[in-house]
């Protein structure tokens, strides 16, 4: 067992285990902010815009705006279901002005507000970090993907946000 006889300088052995913990650290808040920050988003091919009532049943049970970030809470259902699978659904800011969208990472979670069982599971919820969102009017709607369709559904609500 020579390889554990050598002498081991402790100021180098400090040094680098610094700048491990320290390349740990940054690895870890660039991946934990890459999850909070918008991405920009622009509509598929096989996207249907939708901005009534009917198609996709929508209802945020709270929508919280700070000066730092903004979360969002609430759920999402394709009419006419009777159980929830499997779907992917993101809320989606559009801003009014410039037309641009911007895309949250978004949860799906049990909402307790839903009385149909086998919907249970069409709760959404997202925060993200205003770190690059421009100041302007939104509009929030709910991207709903299952199998091959995507359906963009307008909320109804619009806030200020960036004031």
């Known amino acids: 067992m020579n390889f554990l006889d050598i002498e081991i300088n402790e100021k180098l052995f ?55 970030k903004i979360e969002i809470s609430g759920w999402a259902y394709k009419e006419g279901l009777k159980e929830m699978g499997t779907v992917n659904a993101n809320y989606v800011l559009k801003n009014q002005e410039t037309g641009k969208m911007y895309l949250m990472r978004t949860q799906m979670e049990e909402n307790i507000n839903i009385k149909e069982e086998g919907l249970k599971l069409s709760g959404l919820h997202a925060q993200c970090l205003l770190f690059g969102l421009p100041k302007g009017m939104y509009d929030i709607y709910v991207l709903y993907q299952n199998d091959e369709e995507d359906i963009l559904a307008f909320t109804l609500i619009s806030r200020m946000i960036g004031e």
Request: net charge negative; aromatic share 6%.
């Open 14 to 68: 400090i040094k680098i285990l610094i700048c491990l913990v320290a390349i740990v650290i940054v690895f870890l808040a660039i991946t934990m902010s890459s999850l909070l920050v918008f991405k920009s988003y622009t509509l598929g091919p096989n996207t249907t815009v939708v901005d009534e009532e009917g198609v996709i049943n929508t209802h945020i049970d709270l929508l919280e705006i700070s000066s730092k």
